[in-house]
Structure formats: C-alpha cells, structure tokens
Nanobody, 114 residues
C-alpha cells in the first residue's frame, strides 16, 4: 500500500523558514515526479513546486526564489525548503508522487503569522 507522509509544518513568523519532508513507502519503482501543492482556507489547491526523477525542478511564480525542492531518490523522500515565508504562504501543504498514477499525502499545516 502506497503511503506518503509529510512532516515539518508549523507556525513561523514572517520572514522565517521551514523545511517540509515527504517520505514515500510502498512504492517499488522509482518515482517519476515528486511535487508539492498547497491549499489556503477557502481556496483551491495550487501547485507549488515539482522535481523530476532526473532532477529538473519547477516553481510557481509566487514561490520562485524563496522555495527550493530537492529529493533523495534512494530514500524516496523529497523536501521543500521554504525561506522568506509570507503570511500568504499559509495553508495545508500536500506532497504528491506520480508513479503511473497520482498519490497524495495527508497534508501538513504551515502557518505564517506574527
């Protein structure tokens, strides 16, 4: 059974940093695409960043230059380093893995507030 487990969320002041992790289990093959999405209260889920098996990454304009996605293929784990956090970054962050089909984690709350 495939499971994705996020960790690293929390409460941080504006300008602060957090590092999210997503660990995948139950996946026998390499993960083609790993990604991060977020959903703010009352908003639709939106794409934040993704990284391919070969290491190519992409970012939404709202986080480019502040967030960095990385992955450890051997551990089937990927990360989202978030720097310069803003109140508008608040939301539930979900990780996604694409292995023939999409798999989602349960989400981790990130709150940016003073």
């Amino acid at each position: 059974q495939v499971q994705l487990m996020e960790s690293g969320g929390g409460l941080v002041q504006p300008g602060g940093s957090l590092r999210l992790s997503c660990a995948a289990s139950g996946i026998e093959f390499s993960i083609n695409l790993m990604g991060w999405y977020r959903q703010a209260p009352g908003q639709q889920r939106e794409w934040v960043a993704s990284i391919t098996n070969g290491g190519n990454s992409g970012y939404s304009d709202s986080v480019k230059g502040r967030f960095t996605i990385s992955r450890d293929n051997a551990k089937k784990t990927w990360y989202l380093q978030m720097n310069g956090l803003k109140p508008e970054d608040t939301g539930v962050y979900y990780c996604k893995a694409v292995v023939g089909k999409d798999y989602w984690g349960q989400g981790t709350q990130v709150t940016v507030s003073s």
